[in-house]
């Protein structure tokens, strides 16, 4: 079993971050480093994206492309969110976010992912020659850019419905697979311009 852990402090609320968190595709949209590049699909969507929720990661590591299914497993508003692989290549994965609120505009997010990987001590190997660094590299640098974001311009997504939720990924497709926070900030961008008074 291999365990990757990183954490991050974010100057902003951790209703804001958990907020930000509790749809996967958002942080996924984060994982983008040399070599390392993931997806997350919702296919069946629960109140609020809590427990029973399943989603397919579509993850591609230094060229290896690698297709699993999770389901969220727990879903503490404000604490953690955990989700675990219900079908694909590991032997057992499972990812869980944890936030712990540092003061009224401080968070501190804890990634954990624990796999096995298959193929017995060949996927070991594998593992320690590529997967884990891959792994945490992707971690990091996911973490960072949520900061940066959550920090930077506040275009933090809430909920919505499911039936304006399905729009949205709708229109995600339709501009080329933008980054869901990039579509959201374009949609609202029209509407501003659509309702400012004509000059």
């Not at 984060?30 to 809590?50: C, L």
């Not at 869980?96 to 997010?109: A, I, K």
């Not at 919505?160 to 579509?183: F, H």
């Amino acid at each position: 079993m291999t365990t990757v852990r990183k954490s991050i402090e974010i100057k902003t609320p951790v209703e804001n971050v958990f907020t930000y968190f509790a749809r996967p595709e958002h942080v996924s949209d984060q994982i983008k480093s040399e070599g390392v590049g993931m997806a997350v699909v919702p296919m069946d969507i629960k109140e609020g994206m809590g427990v029973g929720t399943t989603f397919r990661v579509i993850g591609n590591f230094n060229g290896k492309r690698l297709e699993w299914d999770c389901e969220t497993t727990q879903f503490d508003r404000n604490e953690k969110i955990s989700a675990k692989q219900i079908d694909g290549p590991f032997k057992r994965w499972q990812i869980t976010n944890e936030f712990e609120s540092l003061g009224p505009s401080l968070t501190r997010v804890t990634m954990t992912v624990e796999y096995e990987m298959p193929f017995g001590p060949l996927g070991s190997i594998m593992d320690k020659a590529k997967f884990a660094k891959s792994a945490e590299r992707g971690m990091e640098t996911a973490l960072y850019n949520v900061r940066g974001l959550l920090e930077g311009n506040g275009s933090i997504p809430v909920y919505i419905t499911l039936d304006a939720y399905r729009k949205l990924l709708e229109e995600k497709k339709r501009m080329n697979d933008l980054p869901v926070s990039t579509v959201l900030t374009a949609i609202l961008e029209e509407y501003d311009r659509v309702r400012a008074p004509a000059a």
